[in-house]
């Protein structure tokens, strides 16, 4: 298994994915982990690896300068976005790590990994990459979402050129592609990825941390909502940008005493720059989220910019704490609209759906229960890891027969 960063403190949500599927795969099969080091305390966290992984490596990494534009990437075929995880001692020192090892599979995450893996197992047979988000797709919806000046519109296009033609060709090349939901497969499949190639995985929660037994609701006296996530993140920014901006005056005009709770690390100036609205609490970069979705009357997901993981939803859930969100932001789960959440497109149509919660207690509570019940029937980590371990016997029947 080969990750482009050290994923404990599972401080983002890409984290939680790929360390619980590592654990639960390595339950079922013997796994060598190889992991791209970046932060200075990631070899505090070796020692939790090497309880479930047969060899572990963490190679220390950090990205180069991003390549000049007109000089460096420009007539370069490669995507710099993939580019920027490139290094030549981490080549050399997966290729020592693995050399004289048989595999009968070697998986990896996301696409900044392929050049590595197109190196070093060009003749491999079983080939699966885990997607936490599908970069063409990503791309994509941040063009068409952002607000962005001319030239670099001009960039994001350019590297989105590089990506299909990156994306085609491994096509041809991967076993399987492991998607977060069923939009990132249909996006696939439009743009002509073969169908048997890619098996949709959602995201899930660990429930025995995410306990609502163990951390039953303790809401706010005022009515509270939570956002939760990387604050520098861009669909993120995004969808918080579009709240402050579009929603948020209206759930005051109707609702004074509601105020809005940030929690996540690294935010940018952008969002600094809402802290000083009237209702909100910002709380930042904290060691454990539970009290907070324990204190909130709801989580707010405002996300435009699509695909990948939605851990917060399934985090929140397993909480019992119930979720107002865009139809994107929680695709990928079989959650229904006014049974286990409420979603909400236009800005209108979001603030009536906190504004509802607000005023129902009742309704909160239905579909707090109701999602809890659905994310431990669905979307524990345990069954999913076991729908893994699943498909990758089937690709391994389907290799040797």
């Known amino acids: 298994m080969i990750l482009p960063y050290v994923p404990w403190p599972l401080r983002r949500g890409t984290y939680q994915r790929v360390y619980h599927l590592a ?5 079922r099969f013997k796994v060598d982990l190889f992991c791209l080091s970046s932060e200075p305390e990631d ?13 572990v490596r963490f190679e220390p990494f950090q990205h180069p300068p991003w390549a000049a534009f007109w000089t460096d990437r ?7 976005t993939v580019r920027h ?60 979402t952002l607000d962005l000046p001319g030239l670099e519109r001009f960039k994001r296009r350019e590297n989105l050129s590089k990506i299909i033609r990156l994306e085609r060709r491994m ?30 995985l959602a995201n899930g929660a660990n429930t025995t941390f995410f306990d609502a037994d163990a951390w039953p609701p303790m809401p706010t006296r005022e009515p509270s909502a939570l956002f939760c996530g990387a604050l520098d993140y861009t669909p993120n920014v ?38 000083d609205r009237p209702g909100v609490e910002f709380v930042g970069e904290v060691p454990d989220v539970r009290p907070y979705y324990q204190k909130a009357w709801m989580q707010i997901v ?81 069954s999913l890891g076991g729908s893994l371990a699943d498909r990758l016997n089937q690709l391994l029947t389907g290799t040797q027969s």
């Open 23 to 27: 654990e639960q795969v390595a339950a």
């Open 43 to 55: 070899g505090e966290s070796l020692g939790r690896f090497e309880g479930f992984c047969h060899r």
């Open 74 to 80: 420009l007539l370069n075929p490669a995507p710099v």
């Open 85 to 144: 995880w490139w290094s030549d001692e981490v080549l050399r020192a997966l290729k020592e790590f693995t050399d004289g090892k048989h595999y009968d599979f070697i998986w990896f995450c996301d696409l900044v990994l392929w050049p590595y893996v197109e190196q070093l197992f060009p003749d491999h047979p079983v080939k699966v990459m885990d997607r936490s988000r599908v970069d063409w797709l990503f791309q994509t919806e941040e063009l068409a």
């Open 171 to 200: 096509w041809t090349e991967l076993s399987q592609m492991i998607v977060c939901g069923p939009d990132d497969k249909t996006f696939l499949l439009d743009k002509g990825a073969p169908d048997d190639g890619i098996f949709v």
């Open 238 to 275: 995004d969808g918080l940008t579009w709240y402050f901006e579009a929603i948020h005056d209206k759930i005051l005009a109707v609702c004074p005493d509601y105020k809005v709770i940030l929690v996540g690390k690294n935010p940018t100036p952008l969002i600094r720059s809402f802290v």
């Open 302 to 382: 405002p996300l435009r910019i699509g695909g990948g993981t939605r851990l917060k939803i399934a985090e929140g859930l397993a909480m019992a704490n119930p979720v107002v969100s865009t139809t994107l932001g929680a695709q990928g789960l079989e959650l229904h609209h006014d049974w286990e959440l409420l979603l909400g497109d236009a800005p209108q149509e979001f603030a009536d759906c906190v504004i509802r919660y607000i005023r129902d207690k009742e309704l909160r509570e239905a579909h707090g229960r109701q999602g809890c019940a659905t994310i431990k029937r669905l979307y524990t980590w345990e």
